[in-house]
């Protein structure tokens, strides 16, 4: 049985609890984050710690933890749960008063803070990823404030349940003609040396893949290009990816039954999925 973290509390799962009047149950007042862990270490904690605290500023919600109280919980749950590879979840919502109402609760309330561990094995050694993902493309209908990490996250899970009717792996959608991103990651082509990614802005999450992944790609003399791109000329690149902490880098080898190169992950890729989890393991902590 996993030990989780409520509130100040380390407890076995089934003893541990919140309110059915939790702001994050009944409005999907919250946020997350999920960080990676590989050789029991933490794969760019700083990154989602910074992304935690701008999530709950945007939403003018209390920060219940600091940052050094936040890295010893994540450690202490990896080591209680023995945990070598796998990821830690964790979130916040505005609490709860005792009651439900469209109002913000009195200043006083105390948030909730939940966290735990998912145990993941071959992680990185994923097979999916010599494999590569198949795509399906779907309109993002999602609110206009994704660049906050918050709970709500049903249209991504119908996206998820639309490409597995579909067989395939994931969805990426679609805002006036051009890729948001991925229901759970962002979204890259590949044309040559050149990598093409949306830029950063209210229509998409600021990955903490991403930044390290388009440094990472800087620096291997590959060039980034961050504007949008449509479905018909991502059907049309050499490559495409996907990136996030349960992914990591992702090939994606077709587009909505579109073949992408000889259909394999390709080349630049898996270099750089390499390169990536390399240097991660260098600065886990
Ligand atoms: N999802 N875009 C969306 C919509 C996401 O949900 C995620 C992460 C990303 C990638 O962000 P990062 O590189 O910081 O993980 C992009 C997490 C993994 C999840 O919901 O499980």
């Known amino acids: ?15 541990a609890k919140v309110s059915i009047f939790d702001r994050g149950f009944l409005m999907a007042d919250g946020v997350y984050e ?8 933490l794969i760019d904690f700083e990154g989602h710690a910074t992304r935690l605290s701008r999530s709950l500023n945007e939403l003018e919600m209390k920060n219940p933890i600091s940052k050094a109280d936040l890295l010893e ?26 009651d439900r109402d469209f109002v913000y609760p009195a200043e006083d309330t105390e ?3 939940v966290m735990f561990t998912q ?8 097979p999916a990823a010599k494999r590569g993902a198949r795509i399906i493309s779907i309109e993002d209908i999602r609110w206009g404030r994704r660049d906050i990490k918050t709970v709500q996250l ?34 890259y082509i590949v044309k040559g040396n050149r990598i093409i990614t949306r830029a950063l802005s209210h229509e998409i999450l600021h ?13 291997a003399q590959m060039e980034v290009e961050e504007r949008n791109f449509t479905i018909e000329e991502a059907k049309e690149a050499d490559e495409a990816f996907t990136t996030s902490a349960s992914g990591f880098v992702m090939p994606v080898v077709e587009i909505d039954g579109a073949s992408l190169g000889d259909g394999t992950p390709g080349r630049l890729v898996p270099r750089l999925r390499e390169i990536y989890l390399d240097e991660m393991r260098k600065s886990a902590v």
């Open 207 to 219: 990955g903490i893949t991403r930044a390290a992944v388009l440094r990472f790609a800087k620096e």
């Open 154 to 187: 049903l249209y991504p899970s119908m996206g998820k349940m639309m490409a597995k009717k579909a067989g395939c792996d994931d969805a990426w959608m679609v805002q006036d003609g051009f890729v948001t991103e991925g229901t759970s990651n962002n979204a």
């Open 111 to 113: 948030p909730t803070i």
């Open 1 to 15: 049985m996993r030990t989780v973290y409520v509130n100040g509390e380390y407890l076995p799962e089934t003893e």
């Open 73 to 98: 919980v994540h450690r202490e749950l990896v080591r209680l749960n023995g945990v070598d590879e796998g990821l830690i979840y964790l979130q916040i919502t505005r609490g709860s008063d005792g």
């Open 119 to 126: 145990n993941k094995p071959g992680l990185a050694d994923n």
């Open 34 to 41: 999920v960080t990676s862990v590989l050789d029991g270490k």
